[in-house]
């Protein structure tokens, strides 16, 4: 089986093992009189994240989901409004921030292109109509297919949240793949907003983790919400150490994901029916579209599962295909040569 779901498909490296065998761990449920938890490995790899995305502070958290919810409810209270994407991770995968049961948010959503890149005018006409507690990007964006919210863009909309005095969120699960993309320092893409979430456990490679960077304010906040969740880990050295390790590298992991991407879209043989928008292949994604063949997606994922190739629904009518580490070129080949019979004998 060639499995093309996701990056989050990884299997640490060898290096990230030994790291993980090796690493000093220490109880992170508890913290120091500095107000840091006591598990040394994992202060390192919270100093290495803060550094990076050039925050004051960053917070070692067991997903990137239970990272998105600590940074949300670091900023608002039931019945708040949050500002972010219709199609935005947090608002078709996560739930939780805005059921009625659970945490109980009141999702607004700002207007965007196909891309994902939200509308300017858009956010400062809600932003001066609705009492907005944050505003919410997503960089890379997951549902339209690994696309980038660019630098100019960023900083417009930051300009715009400073002057409104609201605070500005990233759920940057990928960001690093945007780093590398658009070709800016992760510190570049950072320096827009005021706090951010990344995973550690995509296209990084790490078994397990995700980092909420920002303000020592505001990762105070965050800690103390961490513990009310339950996301309080104790000898978490031992994964910390696999993140540490999976950062070291991370431009040259991930430009061989993008390469292999861009490699498996030129080997595709498609036609009126079935299409890429090579414009939305910017990462380590490529969004296939069947509409026009008429062909649902779930029946798309189960007639490709057969013939050897894991692929996931991202709506209706079109499928992810995602590149990571253990990917060979021989697999991108396998796959091309699997899709393109499917093409052929749809068409
Ligand atoms: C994967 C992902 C998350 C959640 O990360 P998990 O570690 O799987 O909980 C959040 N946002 C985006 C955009 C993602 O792609």
């Known amino acids: 089986m060639i499995d093309l779901r996701s990056d989050t498909l990884t299997q640490p490296t060898e290096a990230m093992r030994e790291a993980m065998y090796k690493a000093e761990v220490g109880d992170d449920g508890r913290t120091n ?29 067991n997903s990137g989901t239970m990272a998105n ?67 919410c990007l997503e960089n890379t964006h997951n549902y339209y297919g690994g696309t980038c919210i660019p630098l100019d863009t960023l900083q417009e909309i930051s ?20 780093s590398v993309a658009l070709n800016n320092s992760l510190k570049e893409l950072c320096m827009p907003v005021d706090s951010l979430t990344f995973c550690l456990s995509k296209g990084l490679g790490a078994p397990v983790g995700s980092l909420v960077c920002g303000k020592s304010t505001f990762i105070n906040k965050a800690r103390s919400v961490r513990k009310l969740l339950g996301g309080n880990m104790r000898q978490s050295g031992i994964i910390a150490a696999a993140g540490i390790e999976a950062l070291q590298n991370y431009r040259v992991r991930l430009m061989e994901d993008h390469r292999k991407t861009r490699m498996l879209t030129e080997k ?7 299409t890429i928008d090579l414009n939305k292949v910017q ?13 649902k997606s779930n029946q798309i994922e189960k007639d490709l599962f057969r013939r050897g190739l894991a692929v996931k629904r991202m709506d209706e009518s079109c499928i992810r295909l995602t590149m ?19 093409i052929f004998e749809i068409s």
Not at 283 to 295: A, E, K, M, P, Y
């Open 33 to 61: 009189p500095n107000g840091v938890g006591e598990d040394p490995t994992v202060y390192a790899l919270e100093t290495f994240a803060s550094n990076l995305t050039g925050k004051e502070a960053a917070l070692f958290c």
């Open 69 to 135: 919810y600590i940074s949300l409810l670091s900023y608002c209270k039931r019945g708040d409004k949050v500002l972010l994407s219709r199609k935005s991770h947090i608002f078709r995968s996560e739930k939780a921030p805005f059921m009625k049961g659970l945490f109980g948010l009141i999702p607004v959503f700002y207007e965007e292109n196909n891309y994902g890149i939200p509308d300017l005018n858009s956010i400062e006409q809600i932003i001066d109509s609705e009492d907005i507690k944050v505003i």
């Open 159 to 178: 300009l715009l949240a400073i002057k409104k005095a609201i605070p500005l969120f990233m759920d940057g699960a990928r960001i690093f793949n945007a």
């Open 268 to 274: 595709l043989r498609l036609n009126s029916l079935v």
């Open 283 to 295: 990462t380590n994604i490529i969004t296939v579209d069947f509409s026009q063949s008429g062909i």
């Open 324 to 342: 990571y580490a253990d990917i060979n070129k021989r697999q991108i080949s396998e796959a091309a040569e699997i899709l393109n019979k499917y």
